[in-house]
């Protein structure tokens, strides 16, 4: 059994690479499993407007909504708005994107099982698009 307190020893919290974030994104890793990196846990707070580009997770991805508004949208275009106490299950190799609403921070813990493979950045138009055309959940 390996045992962490809030973070990984000596990691400073960092902020989203512009290759694969949006705005202002921070993470703290509180778990990765070595060498393998099979499974990631990182805690996330992304400033409005704020989000991750398009990727997926080889073995899948869960979200933990802690505080804030936020989205969550898959390729296919189903997309939820997300709030505190919300779990968001993304399938191995589903593409998606998630991040905050653009009057809101969101925070989440992320649990990302397997290698992330990284595609292009959400376009503005497609974000925007998504807090409009979307009524509450």
């Known amino acids: 059994m390996e045992y962490t307190r809030g973070r990984r020893d000596g ?3 960092r902020l989203g690479d512009e290759g694969t974030f949006t705005g202002q994104a921070m993470l703290d890793v509180l778990l990765e499993d070595g060498e393998t990196a099979q499974v990631r846990v990182n805690s996330v707070i992304f400033a409005p407007g704020g989000r991750t580009h398009w ?3 080889t073995d899948g991805q869960v979200l933990m909504v802690s505080s804030g508004r936020g989205m969550v949208e898959n390729r296919d275009g189903h997309r939820h708005v997300l ?3 919300d779990v968001v299950w993304a ?6 994107w998630h991040g905050a609403a653009p009057d809101s921070f969101v925070a989440h ?6 290698p992330t493979v990284w595609h292009e950045e959400v376009p503005g138009t497609r974000y ?4 409009e ?4 959940d």
């Open 11 to 13: 990691q400073p919290t």
């Open 55 to 57: 990727h997926s997770h």
């Open 83 to 85: 709030h505190a106490g």
């Open 91 to 96: 399938p191995p190799g589903e593409e998606h």
């Open 109 to 114: 813990t992320a649990i990302s099982l397997g």
């Open 128 to 131: 925007k698009a998504a807090f």
């Open 133 to 136: 055309d979307k009524e509450e």
